[in-house]
């Protein structure tokens, strides 16, 4: 079915697009009472609904919210980003304590059992994977730190070697060099990917309304992409953004839009009914 004869009660021939994974999704503009930062106001609490996050507060009335990925059943960006950003928290301890290890073994005189191979390190292993799987700012990220690790891991072999042949103090001293240079080097770029990563994480909530004066509910975005004008030849529907009276399983997307002047994927346009579908059963 075309523009000619589409059911136009929730289009406005304006949309908010936003990225999940790599699809597109929009919301026509007509079914947002309002665009907010208000994400770290969620009282949290729970129900059945998996999705659901808890409450925000809309001109001091309750609005119930929800992750919009969860309800969708797509991966979160700003989850795996956060899931990141823990790993690399991870890993930043594990080789301070590797380093503080080191250091204690040269001091002493003691074995260091800890490990030196930077592709075996838990770690190393990690990002290995990592790499394969990321999205690709976070693979560019993530190249960094390929040869600061191999050098950061070196170290145990160098310095182990030169407290065997040179003494601890000439070892403790070229660690104590090696602190302010080459293993610095890894440690400041935990910093920077970090710092990096989470100024990618800017969540934003939509009350979306029925009536264009309350809110209906809530939905968490991981971040928002766009809000743009499309002509009615762009658009297509696929099905009755409100009458879901025929379908067994209803599908919250019930058209698309498509740009022949771009080279960006169509943007499939959820019904905020069918949301309230989801939500509700």
């Known amino acids: 079915m075309t523009a000619a004869t589409a059911h136009k009660t ?7 697009t936003f990225l999940l994974g790599h699809t597109r999704f929009a ?10 930062d208000d994400f770290n106001k969620v009282e949290s609490s729970k129900n059945h609904q998996l999705s659901f996050l808890g409450y925000l507060y809309y001109r001091n009335k309750p609005v119930n919210t929800y992750e919009c990925s969860t309800l ?21 301890e594990a080789h301070v304590s590797w380093l503080n290890a080191l250091e204690q073994s040269i001091t002493n005189g003691t074995s260091f059992d800890l490990q030196r191979d930077p592709r075996v390190c838990e770690f190393g292993h990690w990002l290995q994977h990592k790499q394969k799987t990321a999205d690709e700012t976070t693979k560019t990220l993530l190249s960094r ?5 191999v050098e950061f891991h070196r170290q145990a072999d160098l310095l182990l070697q030169v407290a065997k042949d040179s003494g601890t103090a000439e070892a403790l001293k070229q660690l104590a060099a090696a602190k302010r240079g080459k293993v610095s080097e890894l440690l400041r770029l935990f910093n920077y990917t ?5 100024s990618a994480v800017h969540p934003v909530v939509l009350y979306i309304t029925r009536d264009g004066v309350t809110p209906w509910f809530a939905l968490v975005l991981d971040s928002m992409d766009d809000i743009v004008s499309y002509e009615d030849s762009q658009f297509t529907q696929m099905r009755n953004p409100d009458d879901l009276s025929a379908e067994t399983h209803p599908d919250p997307v019930y058209g698309y839009i498509h740009n022949s002047d771009t080279d960006e994927k169509d943007s499939l346009i959820l019904s905020a009914t069918r949301l309230a579908y989801l939500i509700e059963h």
């Open 10 to 16: 929730e289009r406005s021939n304006r949309i908010l």
């Open 27 to 36: 919301i026509d503009i007509s079914s947002i009472l309002s665009i907010t």
């Open 72 to 92: 969708l059943g797509r991966d979160s960006n700003r989850t795996i980003l956060e899931s990141t950003i823990i790993s690399l928290n991870e890993g930043e």
């Open 145 to 149: 730190f390929e040869e600061p690790h």
């Open 194 to 198: 970090k710092s990096q990563l989470q």
